[in-house]
């Protein structure tokens, strides 16, 4: 049994999610072989319980399997979506290590407005605090002054410097400004916020595109990381969203928040079955410590109710 105060949240958090699977389940499962029918009701449960056609076809073929010829009880049905979910979950449940050299690590972190980005780029900054690396944050979304304002009351409670320029500024300028104050500090880890406009593609690419060059001008390899933020509540529109960044930025990873907040958790399993991006991370609660990197066997329990 796990009740560590993670354990706690992520069951917590992915109660709604496992309750609407359960809503899903209930009645299919009995004691009676499995026949085609049911197996085909199970089938369509899981994928509308956002778990990706993947995953569900797995099941149903598992289910389908003759050790269970003489049926299987809804628990039975829960531990073999549980595994199913594991080894979807395990090539990409990967934390940001920090290894860039020189330093620091740029890690660029994009995501529509609404997303949760600029609270993530916290959570994300608290993290590396933890581990000992020095952070510096970088205010590259010039696009709104809130996100600006908002990622200045940040820096000041984490006690972590800050480079900022005025609303509607030049974002590449800010984060050529940002690596070299970094460089010269012995700064870690740099974390960007980007705007979040997807309302212009063509304008949100060619701002990235600049940050880009900027960066590749004073280390080849930077940005070491593009994390884009997902927010789960949006269901399967996450998996449009990762989709376009894909194109327009470049995505090498995932972060997805607000996980505690829907039914739709079951959209992880679809994220990492559709594009096999590392999810870096997992946000489910407001505090600081609610955005964590997770353990695939212990996150595929939880969302398939395996155990309490």
């Known amino acids: 049994m796990n009740d560590t105060p993670w354990h706690k949240k992520l069951l917590g958090g992915f109660k709604k999610t496992s309750e609407r699977l359960t809503e899903n389940l209930t009645g299919l499962v009995t004691k009676s072989k499995l026949d085609a029918e049911t197996l085909d009701e199970i089938e369509e449960a899981l994928i509308v319980s956002d778990l990706g056609p993947a995953t569900a076809a797995a099941v149903r073929s598992r289910l389908a ?93 984490l006690g972590i410097p800050i480079v900022s320029g005025p609303e509607g500024g030049d974002a590449a300028g800010i984060v050529f400004d940002a690596v070299k104050k970094a460089t010269a500090t012995g700064i870690d880890v740099l974390i960007v916020d980007t705007a979040g406009r997807l309302q212009n593609k063509r304008e949100l690419m060619d701002e990235l595109a600049k940050i880009r060059r900027v960066l590749g001008r004073i280390n080849p390899a930077s940005p070491h990381n593009v994390v884009l933020v997902l ?58 410590e609610d955005l964590r990197p997770f353990d695939p066997q212990e996150m595929a329990q939880v969302i398939a109710g395996a155990r309490a």
Do not use: C
């Not at 194109?247 to 090498?252: K, R």
């Open 231 to 288: 927010d789960a509540t949006t269901g399967q529109n996450a998996l449009s969203q990762i989709e376009i960044f894909k194109e327009v930025a470049g995505v090498t990873g995932l972060v997805m928040t607000k996980l505690d907040g829907t039914a739709r958790g079951g959209v992880l399993v679809a994220a990492a079955e559709k594009f096999g991006l590392p999810i870096h991370a997992v946000g489910v609660g407001e505090t600081l």
């Open 65 to 157: 399997d003759s050790r269970y010829e003489r049926g299987i009880d809804e628990v039975g049905v829960r531990e073999v979506l549980a595994e199913e979910i594991a080894k979807v979950l395990a090539p990409v449940a990967i934390p940001i290590e920090v290894e860039a050299f020189p330093r620091p690590q740029v890690i660029l972190v994009i995501g529509v407005n609404g997303s949760g980005k600029t609270t993530t780029i916290a959570k994300l900054a608290h993290l590396f605090l933890e581990q000992d690396y020095g952070v510096m944050l970088a205010a590259g979304d010039t696009f709104r002054a809130a996100a600006i304002g908002q990622l200045k009351v940040w820096a000041d409670r």
